[in-house]
């Protein structure tokens, strides 16, 4: 019998919004929250036996051996398209000059963003917006996709049905978005103006740069300048936007 939903979030303040939606599907659930791999270890296999996880907006990848030990399933919520799996999809989309964005549902495996789909809203991309609109587009739609599928979430003991949609695309990795944001001395202005649109978000702790003569120089305007070790004995500069 299922009895607990395990919420594993970004934050702390997603959890309250999540459980109380569940809990008024089903009552007599329990739960059990979590923001870190530590605090997710910590919960006991007896409860895992009798468990559903889900995770919302977490970078946190969950283990084969809990996936194993949940008795009802693990689904994760991805805040962008099955044609966009991996990291920091939206600054991969508005790159790539994408048309459409979305969010999909899907089941956890030890593999991320691999299985299968359960659930997927979509939305044609706005001409003209940044990667933190598309960002919180992506969101609105994520939030809406749990609450149309939180009743199943919580009620539903038999495994949530899959759709006839398959993952697509190159999965990112925030090795790719580094690569992407150190732009070389001779890259073409059409470039580095998509990579600007895309890219220039110090949201994620990657500033663009480019190396000129030895020193690494931060585009600014996107955030608070940080400090860059250069490539060799050269003080770091910012550049104007």
């Not at 923001?35 to 889900?54: F, K, Q, T």
């Not at 099955?82 to 790159?95: E, I, N, R, T, V």
């Not at 030895?214 to 585009?219: E, K, N, S, T, V």
């Amino acid at each position: 019998m299922l009895k607990t939903i395990i919420v594993l979030t970004g934050s702390r303040d997603q959890q309250m919004a999540l459980t109380e939606l569940l809990k008024a599907h089903n009552p007599a659930l329990s739960f059990r929250c979590a923001v870190s791999l530590g605090e997710l270890e910590a919960i006991e296999p007896e409860v895992l036996a009798d468990a559903r996880l889900v995770a919302f907006t977490t970078g946190v990848i969950v283990p084969t051996h809990i996936l194993d030990a949940l008795g009802y399933g693990a689904y994760n919520f991805h805040p962008g398209p099955a044609d966009y799996p991996g990291w920091a999809p939206a600054h991969f989309a508005l790159y790539d000059g994408a048309k459409q964005f979305g969010a999909v549902a899907h089941v956890m495996e030890a593999r991320v963003d691999c299985g299968a789909i359960i659930g997927v809203e979509e939305f044609d991309i706005p001409d003209g917006i940044d990667v933190r609109g598309l960002e919180q587009m992506a969101f609105v739609r994520l939030a809406y996709l749990f609450w149309r599928m939180s009743r199943d979430i919580a009620c539903e003991s038999a495994p949530l049905a899959v759709l006839p949609i398959a993952w697509s695309g190159i999965k990112s990795t925030k090795q790719m978005y580094a690569a992407m944001c150190d732009m070389p001395a001779d890259i073409a202005p059409s470039e580095m103006k998509r990579r600007i649109r895309a890219f220039h978000d110090d949201f994620r702790g990657i500033p663009l740069t480019v190396t000129l003569h030895g020193a690494r120089f931060q585009l600014a305007g996107a955030a608070t300048p940080k400090p860059i070790m250069p490539a060799v004995e050269a003080p770091p500069l910012a550049l104007a936007s």
